[in-house]
Structures are given as C-alpha cells and as structure tokens.
C-alpha cells in the first residue's frame, strides 16, 4: 500500500515524539497524584474559560464510563480536544502526558495518534480520523488526596487513571493498531509490537497443552465498550463502557490453563505478557498493580488461554490472560479502511480496581 505523508508542522504542531527503540528503557513520569496533579494545574492555567469547562468533569459513573475505542464519528467525546490547543497548551499538555505516562504510555499515544493521519490518507467517510481528535479530561478535584480521574483517549485508544482511589487505579486501559504496521517520513511504526509478540509467544508456547485452547469465536475484546451493530452499510450505535460493572468467568471450564501447570519458561512469558501489559501508566500506578498481579499465590491461581492462530495471523484470533484481578485480553479483526487487512484490538483491566474503585452505577 501507498504511505500517507504527514507534515512536519502537523508533527511538531502536536508534539509527536520520535519513536523509542525500546520503551522499557527509557525513564518515564512517575505517575503520582501529586506530580501529575502539579503538572495539571501548570496546564490549565493556560485555557480559557471555556476550556477549563470544557476540561472538567464531575467524578460520577456517567462521566467516568463515558470513554470510546470507536473513532469520533461514531461516539462523540466530551473534553478538551488535542487538536484544538495552541502551542504553548499543547507543551504544557505534553508536560501533563510526561508525568502520567511511562515512556511506553507516551510511545503508545504518538503512534496511535499518528496511525489515525494515515488512515484519513485512505478513508473519506466522515469516521473522524485525525491525530487531533484525542481528548483529554479530568474527572473530580485534582489533588494529593481525594479521589479524581485523568482520562486520555480516542480512536484505539482509552487511558482512565484514577489517583487517590480506594485501590490502585490504571485501568480501563483500551490500546489497539490499524494498521498493524505503517511507514511515515521514513520511519516504521508498530504501536503494538511489544504487546503482541509478548502474547503471540505465550500462545504459541501453551498451544499444545490440554485446555489451553478457548472455545468460540472471538470478533472483538469480549470485556470492551458496549456497542449496537448498524444495518448494512450503517455504523454501529453506542460504544461506552455501559457494561460496566463487568461480570468475568468463574470456576476452571473453558478459561484456559492454569499457570501453576506451566514450565517455567512458559510461566516467564505470561509474566512478560502481563508486564507488557501493564507497561503504559508511570510506575505508581501500575507498580502495586503488577506486584499484586505476579505475587506467587495470584500468579499461580492465573489462566491463560487462546483461540485462533497463536501467531495472530488471522482474523478471530485471540489472546487473553485472566487473573484472580487481572483481565488482558488481545484479538485480530479485519481492519476497518482496508478490510484486506487485518489489526489489533486490546483491553486491560482489573477485576476490583478499575476506575480506582471509586465508581459504582
């Protein structure tokens, strides 16, 4: 396929970082209430009125849930758009992304972000592709102490940091990829390549283990935003995270194999996989929660489970991990402008602290 080029000035205009050859290297922001809290406060400093309103939102179910996977067109957001900051609110939001994200939460909305200006190359409908349409909200009263949320998303993407919380609070965490694999000014990108081959390998490495494999067929994450299928040629209604509280599987049937029956090899990968994971908040907010996920006694107690192809070669393929708390699920669909193509839908969550557990219906 042809490659969309992109301007520089859209790029600098945005603040894109060149891509880190390996994220989990790199230092990231730490990801604690008061850091991210002072950097918040230097950004909004810097909107209007009607930003500012714009910005904030009440911490309540209905606001909380209210985050999309779908492009704009589909599901209308609410909050500050990115594309609408000047230069000196976009640094100002950027210094605010650098105290939440880690290095690879930072890689991770550049390159999504900048798949979406390649897809607008190829796609006219009226979808909303654009590396602009990405919004940022926050939720309650930014501080040290009471409980309040970031949020940070659009197409294939949904961050819902939630700092204060009555438990660690990183997730819902949405991140997907169409395409897979693009080229822009010279430069490859592969906004999932570390989360994929993370689950492709434990996939491939439990494949001939009894029960590993899950029965069904899979068409998209199975815990993600609840959506309404459109008529032929129509695009589907809804698209919120309306299901949510989520209910998961009980008991050992059909949810995979236990990492307590793999060789430790094996159980190195689904550790890596759920580390991968867990890579994109800064360490304060996913430290405990990973250290709670891969104590000895949850660890062992995890099921891991596939369908499909472990390679991730086909559509329906599927990949999830599923914990005493955490739920990381990936899965290949056709992709949506060229449906030739294939790309990648991903959802991490927790099965007691998404939203902090701070938000009941």
């Known amino acids: 396929m042809r490659v969309a080029?992109?301007?520089?000035?859209?790029?600098?205009?945005v603040g894109f970082a060149a891509p880190a050859q390996n994220c989990r290297q790199s230092a990231g922001g730490p990801g604690n209430a008061a850091t991210v809290a002072a950097a918040l406060g230097e950004f909004r400093?810097?909107?209007?009125?009607?930003?500012?309103?714009?910005?904030?939102?009440?911490?309540?179910?209905?606001?909380?849930?209210?985050?999309?996977n779908l492009p704009i067109g589909v599901v209308p957001r609410t909050g500050l758009r990115l594309g609408d900051l000047d230069p000196k609110q976009t640094a100002a939001a950027r210094k605010l992304f650098?105290?939440?994200?880690?290095?690879?939460?930072?890689?991770?909305?550049?390159?999504?972000?900048?798949?979406?200006?390649?897809?607008?190359?190829?796609?006219?409908?009226?979808?909303?592709?654009?590396?602009g349409n990405y919004y940022v909200t926050v939720l309650g009263e930014p501080g040290a102490q009471s409980p309040w949320m970031l949020q940070l998303g659009g197409h294939h993407l949904?961050?819902?940091?939630?700092f204060n919380g009555h438990l660690p609070g990183a997730t819902p965490l949405f991140f997907g990829s169409e395409?897979?694999?693009?080229?822009?000014?010279?430069?490859?990108?592969?906004?999932?390549?570390?989360?994929?081959?993370?689950m492709s390998k434990l996939a491939t490495a439990i494949a001939a283990r009894p029960g590993a494999k899950l029965s069904g067929t899979f068409t998209d994450v199975v815990k993600g935003v609840v959506m309404t299928p459109g008529k032929p040629g129509e695009l589907p209604t809804g698209g919120t995270d309306t299901g949510f509280?989520?209910?998961?599987?009980?008991?050992?049937?059909?949810?995979?194999?236990?990492?307590s029956a793999l060789d430790p090899a094996q159980r190195r990968l689904a550790r890596e996989a759920m580390e991968?994971?867990?890579?994109?908040?800064?360490?304060?907010?996913?430290?405990?929660?990973l250290a709670a996920y891969l104590d000895p006694k949850a660890f062992e107690a995890t099921y891991v489970g596939f369908a499909g192809d472990p390679a991730l070669g086909t559509k329906g393929s599927y990949i999830r991990v599923d914990g005493p708390r955490a739920w990381m699920e990936l899965v290949v669909q056709p992709a949506i402008a060229h449906p030739e193509e294939l790309h990648y839908h991903a959802l991490w969550r927790d099965?007691?602290?998404?939203?902090?557990?701070e938000i009941r219906h």
């Open 5 to 13: 080029a992109l301007p520089l000035l859209f790029l600098c205009a």
């Open 179 to 198: 395409p897979i694999r693009f080229e822009m000014k010279g430069v490859t990108y592969q906004p999932l390549d570390a989360q994929s081959s993370a």
């Open 98 to 131: 650098e105290a939440a994200l880690s290095a690879c939460g930072l890689k991770l909305l550049d390159e999504v972000r900048l798949a979406d200006d390649w897809l607008a190359g190829y796609d006219k409908r009226p979808i909303g592709w654009n590396g």
């Open 158 to 162: 949904a961050y819902n940091f939630t």
């Open 276 to 289: 991968s994971f867990a890579s994109f908040p800064g360490s304060a907010i996913s430290a405990p929660l």
């Open 351 to 357: 099965k007691q602290s998404d939203y902090g557990g």
């Open 245 to 259: 509280p989520q209910t998961y599987p009980t008991g050992s049937n059909d949810r995979g194999v236990l990492v």
């Open 45 to 68: 400093a810097l909107l209007s009125n009607a930003q500012r309103a714009a910005l904030d939102k009440p911490l309540s179910y209905e606001s909380a849930i209210h985050w999309s």
